[in-house]
């Protein structure tokens, strides 16, 4: 049997020529890796950027803290004189009390410190009977009767002697106020109870209570008076104050946004300080200061200026123990681009190769174009129903609006669509490839994503190496600081920069259990 190699020569020549001419078309009609890219839209510059970040910082100073340094700085005894009330009996009569204090009760109320003592001692009155009692003895004895007029005619030059319990409690309350001025006013308070007690002199019953009471409440008022002085006068809020404040007015190193990128820093400038009135409950009393400050990415470490406040500013209310701060982090679009090629590069649509036609991204580029984005796809475009499988490399434009998926952490591309170019060229190439571009558009949203959570987590341990520093304790004091969650709140973009803001929250606490001397 003879073949018809006439025929199957023609057959071999027409098919040769079918697949130069499907070459020709498709380099002709499909878009060229050199093609022009389409028209962009300017995007202005992004504007520096300085967010407001928020730290508010509860300070709990246990009573017990209060109640040992009141131990050590309250007097523990009280002394004085009376002048001698009976001149005419007692010569030489020296009327004199000693008081001590016992041991301090701090107890806190909802708006007042009390802080009470019991008060013992003695008052001891001493002396001569003086000759005068003798001469009125008979005007005494008249009126007071006989035997008295006796008795003191008896007593007559004759020393004198005589003790007296004191028993009573004294009552100090204090209803703190924070001043503009970084002091403390501690609005005191006091009242002294005494106990009856008399003291009798030449049967004479001098009421001790009575008498004394004026002598100690005006010894507690000079000792309380002084106390005000001094805590109003005391700068440890404000010494405390400059030292926290010097401490958070610095550049914190965040790394770098990627290989071969220059290191970033957060700058901390703060700029305003306002605290709530004292709290006051039966453990401790709460102080409350918070701190507003700006912040922002720097390129190289900086020094910056945040001169300390002179008005402490009173707000009638602060959230307790909350750390916000804003991370705006610049990323260049040369890194984006690098991580949505890992993404896409390598992917095929359809992914089944169900299709006629089906298309391989081999690389990917990325320009800013108004509020959209336009990636570049170099892709390897196959024809797979005919055994020539037709081939061409080409170079399709494909739109994406940029948005932040913060609950995953990731820059999505929505609004996907073919550039009007690159849909033509697909229609020319014919209904299978026209079949082909939801398939392009599909794997471009699905693998089209910026896994943002490296950043995010550089960003956290940065932040928490910062706030590190603050959780030195020292003597007496604890502090509490950690960086609860990091979340990204928002994007904007330039021609060359995707910027991501990120809000860094936390709780802090400080707790004060002894106070310096």
Not at 11 to 36: E, M
Not at 270 to 298: K, N, Y
Not at 477 to 501: G, K, P, Q, Y
């Amino acid at each position: 049997m003879h073949l018809p190699w006439g025929k199957i020569a023609i057959g071999i020549l027409i098919a040769v020529v079918s697949f130069a001419g499907g070459l020709w078309a498709l380099n002709l009609l499909w878009p060229s890796p050199k093609g022009q890219r389409p028209a962009l839209v300017e995007v202005p510059p992004l504007k520096p950027v300085a967010r407001n970040s928020l730290i508010v910082t509860p300070a709990a100073i246990a009573l017990s803290a209060i109640h040992a340094a009141l131990e050590t700085a309250a007097p523990r005894n009280l002394v004085g004189k009376r002048d001698n009330p009976l001149p005419q009996l007692l010569s030489n009569g020296a009327l004199d009390w000693t008081v001590t204090r016992g041991p301090l009760a701090v107890v806190g109320r909802p708006d007042a410190l009390v802080v009470s003592t019991a008060l013992s001692g003695s008052f001891h009155a001493t002396g001569q009977v003086s000759g005068e009692a003798g001469n009125l003895a008979g005007a005494l004895g008249g009126l007071l009767g006989g035997r008295l007029g006796q008795g003191l005619q008896n007593l007559q030059g004759k020393a004198l002697d005589q003790r007296a319990d004191i028993r009573g409690e004294v009552t100090l309350t204090a209803h703190p106020s924070l001043l503009p001025t970084w002091r403390v006013e501690p609005n005191l308070s006091s009242q002294v109870a005494l106990a009856d007690a008399s003291l009798p002199i030449m049967g004479v019953k001098l009421s001790v209570s009575n008498d004394l009471k004026p002598f100690l409440d005006r010894a507690v008022n000079e000792q309380m008076a002084a106390l005000a002085a001094r805590l109003r006068d005391d700068p440890s809020l404000e010494v405390a104050a400059r030292r926290e404040w010097a401490k958070m007015c610095r550049a914190i190193s965040l790394g770098a946004t990627a290989a071969g990128m220059p290191n970033l820093w957060l700058e901390v400038r703060p700029t305003r300080a306002f605290a709530a009135q004292p709290r006051i409950d039966s453990t401790a009393l709460a102080l409350t200061i918070g701190v507003e400050a700006q912040t922002r990415i720097v390129s190289n470490e900086t020094k910056p200026d945040c001169p300390f406040p002179a008005q402490l500013e009173l707000v009638p209310q602060v959230e307790q123990g909350r750390i916000n701060i804003a991370v705006p982090i610049d990323i260049p679009f040369t890194e984006v681009t690098r991580l949505l090629e890992a993404q896409l590069k390598g992917k095929t649509f359809p992914e089944d190769q169900s299709s006629a036609f089906t298309a391989t991204i081999r690389g990917v580029s990325l320009a800013a174009s108004g509020d959209r984005l336009l990636l570049s796809l170099r892709v390897k475009a196959n024809e797979n129903k005919s055994w020539l499988g037709l081939g061409a490399e080409a170079t399709i434009h494909v739109w994406g609006r940029p948005v932040l998926d913060a609950t995953h952490q990731v820059l999505r591309l929505t609004d996907i669509a073919l550039d009007v170019q690159s849909e033509a060229a697909f229609g020319l190439l014919g209904a299978a490839a026209r079949a082909a571009v939801p398939y392009l558009e599909k794997a471009v949203a699905e693998h089209g994503v910026v896994d943002l959570v490296p950043l995010a987590a550089n960003a956290r341990q940065s932040i928490d190496a910062a706030i590190a520093d603050f959780r030195k304790s020292a003597d007496g004091v604890r502090v509490d600081a950690a960086v609860s969650d990091l979340r990204l709140v928002d994007i904007e973009f330039d021609a060359n920069t995707l910027r991501v803001v990120a809000e860094v929250n936390g709780t802090v606490q400080v707790a004060v259990t002894k106070l310096s001397e």
